[in-house]
T-cell receptor, first 115, second 109 residues
Framework: DTGVSQDPRHKITKRGQNVTFRCDPI?????LYWYRQTLGQGPEFLTYFQNEAQLEKSRLLSDRFSAERPKGSFSTLEIQRTEQGDSAMYLCASSPRASGANVLTFGAGSRLTVL | RKEVEQDPGPFNVPEGATVAFNCTYS??????FFWYRQDCRKEPKLLMS???SGNEDGRFTAQLNRASQYISLLIRDSKLSDSATYLCVVTGYGNKLVFGAGTILRVKS
């Protein structure tokens, strides 16, 4: 494994359903980030973990969103009661250092379409 | 005001041209600066870090002006393969990376 893996790559769901995305970071990286990107915009920060600890969560993230990284390895991002405005690309990234700003390696993303 | 602002473009240039992109940021405490490249429907990838003294990587030159809170990227001798969206990235509050909306570059033969 030489990169960040995300699953599923595409998800189409109906409004009101729950969805979960998984991210497997580069194995030696201890920081993991979730970003969201919509068309014509740059990636928007959602949350990040250092090992299993969730250190920051964007105030833009409603309580319908929850992320976990239970063993400090893979992470999941769950969206409950999806809304059409949740349609976006959800990007996971990881970085190797425990502190300071880091270079991020992104996964290919999970594209969500809410009908 | 957005934390990172970029001209969205598109910049349409012929092969071999020199093109420059600018970016401004609002957080004077930002410590790290980057340019990422994003191809259509792909994930962002690091192009280069930006250092206070300016730095060059082949045809690409990045510069930082902390006083004006301004970052630039210069691409010389543009190639068709340089066509992409270029994202300006700075560290934000809490040290997370904050991305601009990107500048679209189209290099034409």
């Amino acid at each position: 494994d030489t990169g960040v893996s995300q699953d599923p790559r595409h998800k189409i769901t109906k409004r009101g359903q729950n969805v979960t995305f998984r991210c497997d970071p580069i194995s030696e990286h201890n920081r993991l980030y979730w970003y969201r990107q919509t068309l014509g915009q740059g990636p928007e920060f959602l949350t990040y973990f250092q090992n299993e600890a969730q250190l920051e969560k964007s105030r833009l993230l409603s309580d319908r969103f929850s992320a976990e990284r239970p063993k400090g390895s893979f992470s999941t991002l769950e969206i409950q009661r999806t809304e059409q405005g949740d349609s976006a690309m959800y990007l996971c990234a990881s970085s190797p250092r425990a502190s300071g700003a880091n270079v991020l390696t992104f996964g290919a993303g999970s594209r969500l379409t809410v009908l | 005001r957005k934390e990172v602002e970029q001209d969205p473009g598109p910049f349409n240039v012929p092969e071999g041209a020199t093109v420059a992109f600018n970016c401004t940021y609002s957080n004077s405490a930002s410590q790290s600066f980057f340019w990422y490249r994003q191809d259509c429907r792909k994930e962002p990838k690091l192009l280069m870090s930006v250092y206070s003294s300016g730095n060059e990587d082949g045809r690409f030159t990045a510069q930082l002006n902390r006083a004006s809170q301004y970052i630039s990227l210069l691409i010389r001798d543009s190639k068709l393969s340089d066509s992409a969206t270029y994202l300006c990235v700075v560290t934000g509050y809490g040290n997370k990376l904050v991305f601009g909306a990107g500048t679209i570059l189209r290099v034409k033969s």
